[in-house]
């Protein structure tokens, strides 16, 4: 098998200076930024530019239960968690820039095809094989980062790279509503397409290999499952991955029910786009802070104090949405709504962050296990809480708050019950 892989892979480039400038190529700290943001965005690109289609894609291929809409989201996700487990070992042992290429051929394929499907089920499964295509992009874009960046740097690093990728958030519903001026839903897929193919030729001309053949390991069952055993076994990167899967399944719950509420409930019509986008930027402005403050204060402090302060917001969130009218004034809505996820900006970049720190030496397979357990697990509390939609936002904001409380508890166990304290070296 692993003659078999190689011969297909190839090996990883083996003459890498260890120094951060050479792993990094040509490219500076600035273009590197925003290549990574820009690979990582491709996965927020196919959730979030076809939510103003979702209605469109419903009514053109017959789908009668709006709840059963989500389906477009929760396929992809799946198979973006599920293939996460694959790009990690794999890159491990073959390098970062083929197995990215590979990842970035199937998302860009799969988008291809969705313009051509007749039906809802046909759709859903090349919606999945997407996912597959895109985990690419997240796990190995992470591993890069670690290959060049550790502690408090990977952070602020990591925090910057989020801030240029809440962009797309920012501007994908409103780009996916001026597509649907030129024609239907059909070409959102295209254009989703056609922007991966320029980011591929971009990482192909700029990106070197990064992978330091120190770092190398063998594609065996054994190393891998040796690998994953690393990660499951060291308490402080297993807690903060479930704390992080607990938390990001808040945030797929909104993404799955975002168009009911925001249309359905608010009657937002054309201002959908706008209203997601103005909360997308107190997530981008959030991370564009942490990068300035995590150097200073560490990871700990910003990322226990933004958890806190997000459990807080959603059960003052809850009170209100349980004691006064319904539905909530959207004015207070969005107030709630934007404080939250100005929270969730610390606490994604930082957990990552925290949970990576004592792996660097399986930094792929590493990310790997930790973007399975968070996309897969996450996806599942979303669907739970996007399908539990019944014409109010009650479910979305009691799963905030219920989520927010078991990521604290996890946080706890892994912190051994204290919080805000840094730590001098790995802890397990």
Request: hydrophobic share 55%; aromatic share 12%.
């Amino acid at each position: 098998m692993q003659r078999l892989c190689r011969s297909f892979w190839g090996n990883p480039v083996t003459n890498l200076s260890q120094s951060t400038a050479s792993r990094a190529g040509s490219m500076g700290r600035t273009e590197f930024i925003a290549l990574a943001a820009m690979l990582m965005a491709l996965n927020a690109l196919a959730i979030d530019i076809m939510l103003p289609g979702l209605q469109e894609i419903g009514a053109s291929l017959g789908v009668e239960n709006e709840n059963h809409r989500q389906y477009v989201i929760s396929s992809y996700l799946l198979g973006f968690g599920i293939a996460q487990l694959l790009y990690g070992p794999i890159s491990d042992r073959f390098g970062r820039r083929k197995p990215m290429f590979v990842g970035l051929a199937i998302y860009i394929v799969s988008a291809i095809a969705v313009v051509f499907v007749p039906s809802f089920s046909g759709l859903l499964m090349l919606r999945f094989i997407q996912g597959i295509g895109s985990a690419a992009t997240r796990v190995i874009t992470v591993s890069i980062v670690r290959d060049i960046y550790g502690g408090r740097q990977m952070a602020e690093v990591m925090s910057l790279i989020m801030m240029v990728f809440m962009v797309v958030p920012v501007i994908a519903p409103g780009t996916g509503q001026i597509v649907l001026f030129f024609g239907d839903w059909h070409l959102i897929f295209a254009f989703m397409a056609a922007i991966a193919a320029v980011v591929t030729a971009w990482m192909y001309f700029r990106l070197p290999e990064t992978l330091h053949p120190d770092d190398i390991r063998p594609l065996t069952a054994s190393s891998i499952l040796g690998g994953f055993k690393i990660v499951l076994t060291n308490r402080i990167a297993l807690c903060y991955t479930l704390s992080s899967t607990f938390i990001f399944g808040a945030l797929f719950g909104f993404i799955n029910s975002v168009e009911q509420v925001y249309k359905g409930i608010y009657g937002l019509g054309a201002w959908f786009a706008a209203a997601f986008a103005g909360v997308a930027l107190f997530m981008a402005f959030s991370s564009f802070v942490n990068a300035r403050l995590v150097g200073r204060f560490g990871m700990r402090k910003l990322s226990h104090g933004s958890l806190l302060g997000f459990i807080a917001i959603t059960f003052l969130w809850l009170l209100v949405q349980v004691l006064g009218p319904e539905p909530m004034p959207f004015a207070i809505f969005i107030v709630f709504f934007a404080l939250a996820m100005f929270q969730f900006g610390w606490i994604g970049s930082n957990f990552n962050s925290l949970a990576m720190e004592p792996l660097g030496h399986v930094a792929g397979t590493a990310s790997s296990v930790m973007g399975f357990m968070g996309t897969v697990g996450g996806s599942l509390i979303g669907a739970a809480i996007g399908q539990s939609f019944n014409g109010t936002a009650l479910p979305m904001v009691a799963g905030f708050f219920a989520v927010s409380i078991v990521g604290l508890i996890f946080v706890l166990i892994g912190e051994k019950g204290v919080l805000f304290q840094a730590h001098n070296k790995p802890t397990r």
